[in-house]
């Protein structure tokens, strides 16, 4: 795909010396430096905006660029409890469990190049570069569906059950068991989810629907 690779030290003169000639003619820069590392080395979205003021500079953290955070250590675990997720994960009656497969960075890359193809929309419009700041966190929470905001509007808060979520007086179900181990469905209500749970019912019905009118 006429793809090529050049590493860099970026500690060395010589290697901070090539980047600038490759961000001259950039679209974007993806980084995922310690917040300050960057700056240090002269190389943060100011330094390079001057070189090439087109850039879209996207910096992935898992606390975001700045705040009282920024420096704070993480990991999987870390970020999907700070964000929200992992407080419905689990037994009932026992402490959250980690989510099986990390996550975290998935969601923080993905809110990543949806932000960086936006500032690439608005520099069509504008011709100017900016900086896109991604905290992992943040985009953990919002893969929590807003979830995270029910008490403030008044929903319920979602209750820890093995397998499913409690809502309110009910219990909903994710996990069912299967003829050779357990199958997964999420199985939503209400006007923003339902219509797609009632497609997705039909489809899954569709096979016995059909040889029961092959019977008849």
Known sequence: RNKRGV???LDDARGRELLHGLVATADFLIESETPGVQAARGLDYDALAAVN???????????????PKAGWADSDLVLLAAGGPLRLNGDADRPPLRLGVPQAYAHAAAEAAAAALIAHHERA??????????????????????AILASLVGFPDGRRVAGGVGLGPLTVRFVFPAADGHVSI???????????????????????????????
């Open 53 to 67: 003021p087109r850039l879209v500079y996207v910096s992935i953290t898992p606390f975001g660029g700045t705040g």
């Open 125 to 146: 419009r504008s011709g100017r570069g900016q900086h896109v700041d991604v905290s992992a966190q943040q985009a953990v929470t919002l893969a929590t569906q807003s």
């Open 7 to 9: 590493t860099l030290d």
């Open 186 to 216: 999420t199985f939503l209500f209400g006007s923003s989810v339902g219509p797609f749970t009632r497609r997705l019912i039909h489809w899954i019905a569709a096979p016995y629907h059909a040889h029961m009118a092959a019977d008849e």
